[in-house]
């Protein structure tokens, strides 16, 4: 009963290091989503996925990217990392539209 | 304007008390609103969904949705320091797009 499964749990990156961030349900779930999480500022939509073979930006799109392998994977890409995206990054997924989403455990991650 | 505001606190209530927290929203063809809760270090959890106008009781909780307004509220009722925590509002807008508020943290003194 694994639900949403993030890797990995912690993560310290140089400036400029490239990492990709892996999440995958096991829900059946049409829509998944990554979010960071930074002191104050709540869930900040990075990208969403509403059903396989799509993707759409969400609110700080910049410095990612994103690839819904299949309909129970998505990952998040960061191509040349930066001290600003020292964060800790949740993926989420749903089922039919407009339902609940549920929460992997997060992925903290440091960019020194 | 964000799409979704909420107070961010802190929110003190002495146990025992109802507590009250607010969010408003942008998008008025937003159908569905959830209030999640979450923890110092942990992921957020769902605690209620509402969909259509009125109120929706689940135990101690109250959810409250105005589409006319554009408002959701939660009520807590008998609140126990176990309460204390942040609780985010979160709103699913057209595409599916599921966007969160900053949260308002909540702090139940025993």
């Known amino acids: 009963n694994a639900g949403v499964t993030q890797t990995p749990k912690f993560q310290v990156l140089k400036t400029g290091q490239s990492m990709t961030l892996q999440c995958a349900q096991d829900?059946?779930?049409?829509?998944m989503y990554w979010y960071r999480q930074d002191p104050g500022m709540g869930l900040r939509l990075i990208y969403y996925?509403?059903?396989?073979?799509?993707?759409d930006k969400g609110e700080v799109p910049n410095g990612y990217n994103v690839s819904r392998l299949n309909k129970r994977e998505f990952s998040l890409r960061l191509e040349s990392a930066a001290p600003s995206q020292t964060s800790v990054y949740f993926c989420a997924s749903s089922g039919r539209r407009n339902t609940e989403a549920f929460f992997g455990q997060g992925t903290r991650l440091t960019v020194v | 304007q964000k799409e979704v505001e909420q107070n961010s606190g802190p929110l003190s209530v002495p146990e025992g008390a109802i507590a009250s927290l607010n969010c408003t929203y942008s998008d008025r063809v937003s159908q569905s609103f959830f209030w999640y809760r979450q923890y110092s270090g942990k992921s957020p959890e769902l605690i209620m969904s509402?969909?259509?106008?009125g109120d929706k009781e689940d135990g101690r909780f109250t959810a409250q949705l105005n589409k006319a307004s554009q408002y959701v509220s939660l009520l807590i009722r008998d609140s126990q320091p176990s309460d204390s925590a942040t609780y985010l509002c979160?709103?699913?807008?057209?595409?599916?797009?599921?966007?969160f508020g900053a949260g308002t943290i909540l702090r139940v003194k025993s």
């Open positions: 509402i969909y259509s106008n």
């Open positions: 829900m059946n779930h049409n829509s």
């Open positions: 996925s509403a059903s396989e073979g799509t993707t």
């Open positions: 979160a709103v699913n807008e057209r595409g599916n797009k599921l966007v």
